[in-house]
């Protein structure tokens, strides 16, 4: 996910970096964790017998 705004190098702080760098790696775990719920919960249903989501594909225009 981009930030809403873009600093300019030359205004950019080592704090101001430092907490962008932390920012941006905040976001990703925060993905992957998601993601990894999501397949959890999946387990999770699979386990008590219950219907997992269905793995239903897009539609694609054809060629």
Do not use: C, W
């Not at 702080?13 to 790696?25: G, P, V």
């Not at 925060?30 to 997992?52: D, P, S, T, Y």
């Amino acid at each position: 996910m981009p930030f809403p705004f873009d600093i300019p190098d030359n205004e950019k702080s080592e704090l101001i970096s430092k907490i962008l760098k932390y920012t941006t790696r905040t976001q990703e775990e925060n993905a992957q964790l998601k993601e990894r719920v999501n397949i959890l919960e999946q387990e999770i249903h699979r386990l008590k017998g219950l219907n997992g989501k269905p793995d239903i594909k897009p539609n694609t225009p054809k060629k």
